[in-house]
């Protein structure tokens, strides 16, 4: 089973800053086929970026996907107020797991 | 518009049997593997398993920790799918999501596009 590690646990920034999210794999994910997701309180995950770096229907440019193998990262440019909320990765290349996720909190 | 709702949840003894249901509409259900992933209060998601479309043999994946306890069906009639999860423990306590992933056919190397609200079990004595 492959293992994601998000990084850190917990980033405290402010709006209008840039936030890096890390994810790193246990062993290289096949085909870069890894995901993240935007969790707000009391609602389900959705969507943000697929295969790496493609962006979800709907998600906005600010938010963009990179890496390959064992090392991923989200980036949100410019965080928004409706950003700060729980991320997580997901790599769907061999079974499926999850990271434990990373909190995007208000400075 | 693509809608997924689970319904079923509630509080339940050790031991004892709950089925969960996503009722869908909005899209080609027969077309897409269906999956469930929970998430225990106060913490990660964990992917539970998935049902592949009847195109592909229906066939069902679970995690090693319901393996054997838990069993995913569905009914492309009704579209609805099923999570029937036995000999339940307290550490299946959480939020039951039912997820559909991002393409239609057999492959579950595929994210998931759209999530239902969630059905929380709580498993008590």
């Known amino acids: 089973e492959i293992v994601l590690t998000q990084s850190p646990g917990t980033l405290s920034l402010s709006p209008g800053e840039r936030a890096t999210l890390s994810c790193r794999a246990s062993?290289?994910?096949?085909?870069?086929?890894l995901a993240w997701y935007q969790q707000k309180p009391g609602q389900a995950p959705r969507l943000l970026i697929y295969d790496a770096s493609s962006r979800a229907t709907g998600i906005p440019d600010r938010f963009s996907g990179s890496g390959s193998e064992t090392d991923f990262t989200l980036t949100i440019s410019r965080l928004e107020p409706e950003d700060f909320a729980v991320y997580y990765c997901?790599?769907?290349?061999?079974?499926?797991?999850f990271g434990g996720g990373t909190k995007v909190e208000i400075k | 518009e693509v809608r997924l709702v689970e319904s079923g949840g509630g509080l339940v003894q050790p031991g004892r049997s709950l089925r969960l249901s996503c009722t869908t509409s909005?899209?080609?259900?027969?077309?897409?593997?269906m999956s469930w992933v929970r998430q225990a209060p106060g913490k990660g998601l964990e992917w539970v398993g998935f049902?592949?479309?009847?195109?592909?043999?229906?066939?069902?994946e679970y995690a090693a920790s319901v393996k054997g306890r838990f069993a995913i069906s569905r009914d492309d009639s009704e579209n609805i799918a099923y999570l029937q999860m036995d000999n339940l423990k307290t550490e299946d306590t959480a939020v039951y999501y039912c997820?559909?992933?991002?393409?239609?056919?057999?492959?579950?190397?595929?994210?998931?596009?759209?999530w239902g609200q969630g059905t929380l079990v709580t498993v008590s004595s």
């Open positions: 997820c559909r992933t991002q393409n239609e056919g057999g492959s579950y190397q595929n994210p998931y596009d759209y």
């Open positions: 049902i592949r479309s009847k195109a592909y043999g229906g066939t069902t």
């Open positions: 997901h790599q769907y290349g061999s079974s499926l797991t």
């Open positions: 909005g899209f080609t259900f027969g077309g897409y593997i």
């Open positions: 062993q290289s994910v096949r085909s870069r086929y």
